[in-house]
């Protein structure tokens, strides 16, 4: 699916659905939706509708409050995939983390508030159709995997 989204795809990158389904398995969060949002976020790895650069292994644009900051920076995908899939239980429930903390804005998300992922539009993202655009791209990786 990425590949045939991306087919310039960084090797590094290479690994990151492994990463987004270990990741999220360990911290209860659908892998699905995760891997989904990151597709949204970098354009399939593309990350040519962001200020986040590759190197930065920020797959969710953590940090990058309404495209004005540069954004946070992670020392390999697996920490960055483990920030964003910490990002995302902030937001949809309010049970501990079972790794240690790496998503440096953990803390400023009200726990718990969108346990939907329609309900991270205006919340994650100023756009009023977030959660409408991840569910389109889900919907897309089901569609190529024939479960859809």
Not at 38 to 49: A, P, V, Y
Not at 62 to 68: A, E, F, N, Q
Not at 74 to 102: C, D, E, M, W
Request: aromatic share 10%; glycine share 6%; net charge neutral.
């Amino acid at each position: 699916f990425l590949k045939n989204n991306n087919n310039l795809l960084l090797p590094q990158f290479e690994d990151l659905p492994r990463l987004y389904r270990q990741e999220a398995l360990t911290e209860g969060i659908n892998f699905d939706i995760a891997f989904a949002q990151m597709c949204l976020e970098t354009n399939f790895l593309k990350f040519d509708n962001s200020i986040i650069r590759p190197e930065q292994n920020n797959f969710a644009g953590l940090g990058s409050v309404d495209g004005s900051a540069q954004g946070a920076s992670f020392p390999s995908p697996q920490i960055g995939v483990r920030a964003h899939i910490q990002h995302l239980k902030a937001y949809a429930n309010t049970a501990p983390l079972i790794q240690a903390k790496v998503d440096p804005r953990f803390d400023f998300v009200r726990r718990g508030i969108a346990p939907l992922v329609d309900l991270l539009s205006g919340r994650w993202s100023a756009d009023p159709n977030y959660g409408t655009r991840i569910k389109a791209v889900l919907r897309s990786l089901y569609e190529s995997a024939g479960i859809l």
